[in-house]
């Protein structure tokens, strides 16, 4: 191989790196998402992606609804959920390749919108 072709053979290499650096073990992601709504009202979800339809699920104050999924390895995957409750209705994406550095995302919602648990705390806005 001769030296100019080398940076040819390199880069994909570590584009590849950093695609398996960055995907989960098992190239799995959790999400939670947990009914915290101040006034304890129930709340309605209703996840899905470009591929899948999670269908509708109602929380009562304190608990969760859980799905797992895999990452595409092209970085493209998103999931996002509607929310209602109260005469209220609320759009967010729960999970976003581009945003989002979580293999397990455990999100507590709240009236001025969801909150990502971690190290530490990230709100958002609905959208």
Known sequence: MSSSSFPYVLIPLM??????????VDGKVTVTIT?????????????????????????HPGNSYH???GVSWIGTTMFWCTFQWSGQSKYFHVYDNDRDDCNTCTWTLREAGPCLQG???TCYVWR
């Open 15 to 24: 584009m590849l790196l950093v695609v398996y650096v960055t995907t989960p």
């Open 35 to 59: 009914n915290t709504l101040p006034g304890n009202p129930d709340l309605t979800l209703h996840c899905k992606s470009k591929d899948d339809d999670l269908g509708e699920h109602l929380l």
């Open 67 to 69: 799905f797992r999924f």
């Open 119 to 121: 190290k530490k705390e």
